[in-house]
């Protein structure tokens, strides 16, 4: 479609450099470019793609206006650092919180699992663009952003001790619009030493010819 002075949009002209004002919005979201006409030779600019930037739960989740209630993620478990597949470091820009939602209700887990195991905390199923931020808490003190994570917002656990029990949660961050998602499940993870013995029957076998 072509998007023009005369047809109402507005496009300006300040010292031959031509410009489009759009109102951001569901109907105006999709893919510009610019052409500039020589005669009957005309070159176009690289496609440009406007998107809304939007941050939600996946479909079925309802969503709470507590501002005061606790997220977490699902998590998954792992021997050492085999099939963690590629991660990086914590995301460290933070942006300021203009809208905080809460998913509900909140959900707990436990886990309890051995010292020296790993384990993969995920932040849960959101839907946002651009990609969100994931930020995760233990004991709601917020983890260091030094701690790796999956790219697709999971916090790696590696070669657990003790001092890794805790009640863990997360929340997504639109790095766009502010908005934060609390999600619901809170992990609590023991990590203590499982007690062994040596084998034994309970009668003495029977005699075998």
């Not at 052409?35 to 969503?63: D, E, K, Q």
């Not at 890794?164 to 619901?184: F, H, M, Q, W």
Request: net charge positive; charged share 15%.
């Amino acid at each position: 479609v072509y998007l023009s002075r005369e047809h109402g949009h507005n496009v300006t002209t300040v010292e031959s450099n031509s410009k489009l004002h759009v109102y951001v919005n569901a109907k105006t979201i999709g893919e510009y470019r610019c052409v500039a006409w020589f005669g009957a030779s005309a070159i176009a600019s690289v496609p440009a793609t406007l998107t809304l930037a939007t941050l939600s739960p996946v479909a079925g989740n309802s969503i709470s206006s507590n501002s005061n209630g606790y997220g977490g993620g699902n998590y998954g478990r792992g021997g050492g650092s085999s099939g963690l597949g590629d991660v990086h470091s914590g995301r460290t820009d933070r942006v300021p919180i203009m809208m905080r939602r809460v998913l509900s209700p909140i959900q707990q887990q436990h886990v309890k699992i051995s010292p020296g195991n790993s384990i993969i905390i995920k932040c849960g199923d959101v839907v946002s663009n651009p990609p969100a931020i994931y930020s995760y808490y233990k004991d709601e003190i917020a983890i260091p952003a030094n701690i790796p994570q999956l790219p697709t917002g999971g916090l790696i656990l590696s070669q657990l001790t003790p001092q890794d029990s805790g009640t863990y949660r997360c929340s997504a961050v639109n790095s766009i619009t502010g908005t934060e998602l609390k999600l619901p499940l809170k992990t609590t993870i023991q990590v203590e030493y499982t007690p062994r013995s040596a084998p034994f029957t309970f009668s003495n076998p029977s005699n075998v010819s």
